[in-house]
Each structure stands twice: as C-alpha cells, then as structure tokens.
C-alpha cells in the first residue's frame, strides 16, 4: 500500500524509531511489582521511517514475529505491521478516525462483530496539557498485515469524573472490559475503567476505581503503557 504522501503529515523528526516492545522494558522493574517480571532478549530494533513516532504496540493475531504500531499526535490515522527485525509488513488507514493524541494499543475478542473476529482498540486519550475534552477509543476489526489497506474504526467517546488526565495506557479484560491508567506525571496514578458496554457517540463517563500513588512520579516511572494476559 501506497498512502498519499502529500496527506501524511511530518512533524520534523529525524531519524527511525525505536520498537516499542524495547522501551517498555523500562517498567520491568518498577514501584508497582515486588520482581523483575520481564527480561530483555535483544537490543533495540530500529523501525521504518514511516513509524519514526510508535507509541502503542500490540501483537498480530496468531503471528507471534509481528506486532502492530502506530504513530504519536498529529500524525495520520494509520496502523503499522512490522516484524521483529522491524521491517514493515504493511500500513493500514484507518477510516472514520483522528490521531489527535494516540497513545496504546490492546487488542481482544468483539462477538459483536461476529465470526470470532479480534478488534483492536486504539487510546485517543493523551493529553499532556490537561485540556482535553474529547478522548475517546477507536475499535477497528483487526486487519491482515500486507492484505487490508484499510479499515473502518467505531468511536466511543469518553469522559473523566474527576476533569482531565493525561492517560497513555489501555488494557481490554475478556467481556471487552476496557480499563485506562493515568501516566502519573502531573497527579497521582491512577486507574479507571469503562463501565459497561462499548457506546458509540455517546460520551461515557470512566469509573476511577484506585489510586495507586499519591505524589506524581518522575522519568522513568511514568507510565506510558499498559498490557493483560489471560493467566
């Protein structure tokens, strides 16, 4: 796939990214776990100039040597396929969606969809500033890397009870149980989850259910992403 080159906004980076698997290894060994519960196996992979801002990663369904990506704010609406050597496998655009601050990326079953079909579920919820007062999550069904060029994306708008957080981290439970954590640079972490079932276009507010500390963390105990497993 192709993209228009002259619709792909460039914010003046230089130079590849980095795969984010490899910085999450910063949080192996943190506040919030008693042991190191990740070990690192490589160096860091550089990624394709086309992902030079990844932010959220999440695994390709039944294809444990690629992930998916996708890019910070500002750019296009886009998720990457890359392999472990970090070669790009294919783009796909995402219809119906803003990258106005996409920061994590989970994926999980949605029967309403049917078939057994996988959806992805994209974090519009950055915000750095503390302004925001649109985020929201993008559930796409999940493509095939190097087949689907694009995809259409359903939007459930959300709001905090508690006014803005910056929030870049996403995890789905089974039963498409979407929970969020606050980063933590500006306030305490925290976590909050969305109650009951997914609403397209109808701003839903979060539950904040814990607090996990009370004074804000510094660099590199912020927390900039977020995973499940079914054990």
Known sequence: MNLDGARRRRRGAQGA????????????????????VCTPTSGLIPLPPEARESSGVEGV???????????????DAVLFAVDREGRLLGEVEVEGARNRDWEDLAAGPCPEEG?????????????????RTDPAVYRVVEPVPGRDERVRARRFPIRLPHGPRDMEALY??????????????????????????LQEGVPVELERIQTLTRPPRAFPSLVTGAASHPQ
């Open 17 to 36: 990214g980095v795969l984010a698997a490899a910085l999450a290894l910063v949080g192996c060994t943190g506040p919030f776990v008693a042991a190191p």
């Open 61 to 75: 369904a039944g294809d444990a040597q690629a992930f998916w990506t996708h890019n910070d704010s500002g750019w």
């Open 115 to 131: 078939g057994g079909a996988r959806c992805l579920y994209i974090a519009d919820t950055g915000d750095n500033r503390l302004v």
């Open 172 to 197: 789905v439970l089974p039963g498409e149980r979407l929970f969020f954590v606050t980063k933590g640079r500006a306030g305490p972490v925290e976590l909050y989850r969305y109650p009951g079932p």
